[in-house]
């Protein structure tokens, strides 16, 4: 039998067959290469649709966030709101309404009032240093820081009266009756109607004086101090010039608290001018 291929035929069969079976894996491989790049777009696109989603969610549950953050400020700032309202009418329920009540012939202290609780006035403040007389005791701290700050400025104020109880009142009216009549009324409450009852009240004069209550101490340099620096430790003039109920008193100052001691200097009023339920809004912070 003759021989059909030589050998140079089947080196050419097998090259071309090497090329194609080159070129088919080839073709594979771009295949498999184009089959995962596609995959690959695929699972790209669905990885930024799932952190699309996720970044939707993170943002719905920032605004939760948000909302429950204002919702818990608003809570807290209503609780601090019910707190310090608790804490005022704590206050207030603690605080005597009686020290801010008008009396000079307006309201009457009956003979069983006495201030919460009275201490002894220190000698050194006193006109006469063989008297004895008593303040409220949380009134006390105030009327010592005003006596102190008037020395430093060579205001040395002395103290010709402080508390008085009914009774002592009652005797006190009595022996201005009896010297000076009816006119008494002009310049002395009755028992019962008497600021110093209160405890929160004193009569001041200056050092060098014969301690004698007199009208000329609205021309001193002592009265002047006063008008322009006791309502900042809570003292007001109860009976200025042309007030309703007794004469020109510069030497009677009431203690009606540091808040509304200042409310008054500010506005040029004085205490008799205000409506009582006004006043009474001042109570809480009294003794602050």
């Known amino acids: 039998m003759k021989k059909i291929f030589s050998k140079t035929h089947l080196l050419v069969a097998g090259a071309v067959i090497l090329v194609f079976t080159s070129v088919a894996y080839a073709e594979y491989k771009y295949s498999l290469l184009v089959n995962k790049n596609s995959d690959l777009e695929i699972n790209l696109e669905n990885t930024q649709k799932e952190l699309a989603q996720i970044k939707d969610e993170n943002s719905g549950l920032n605004t939760s966030l948000i909302s429950e953050k204002d919702r818990n400020d608003t809570f807290q700032k209503q609780i601090g ?6 804490g005022v009418l704590e206050k207030i329920k603690n605080t005597d309404k009686e020290l801010l009540q008008k009396y000079s012939k307006v309201y009457f202290l009956n003979e069983n009032y006495t201030p919460s609780k009275l201490t002894p006035i220190d000698s050194i403040y006193l006109f006469n240093k063989t008297k004895k007389f008593q303040i409220h005791e949380r009134v006390w ?10 020395a430093k ?6 103290i010709i009266s402080a508390y008085r109880s009914f009774s002592d009142q009652s005797s006190l009216k009595s022996t201005y009756k009896t010297l000076y009549g009816s006119g008494a009324n002009a310049f002395s409450a009755d028992q019962g109607y008497s600021e110093h009852q209160l405890g929160t009240t004193i009569d001041l004069d200056r050092e060098s004086t014969t301690g004698n209550l007199v009208t000329s101490f609205g ?20 009976y200025p010039k042309e007030n309703k109920f007794y004469q020109y008193e510069p030497w009677h100052w009431r203690f009606v608290g540091i808040e509304l001691a200042k409310e008054l200097h500010s506005e040029g009023k004085y205490f008799y001018e205000m409506d009582q339920r006004e006043i009474f809004n001042y109570l809480a912070n009294f003794f602050d």
Do not use: R
């Not at 400025?153 to 002395?158: F, S, V």
């Not at 001193?220 to 430790?233: P, S």
């Open 81 to 86: 709101e019910i707190s310090s309202t608790v």
């Open 141 to 150: 701290p105030h009327l010592e820081d005003m006596l102190q700050a008037g």
């Open 219 to 238: 021309t001193t340099k002592t009265f002047t101090w006063l008008t322009e620096n006791a309502y900042k430790y809570g003292f007001v003039l109860s």
């Open 153 to 158: 400025q060579d205001i040395n104020i002395k």
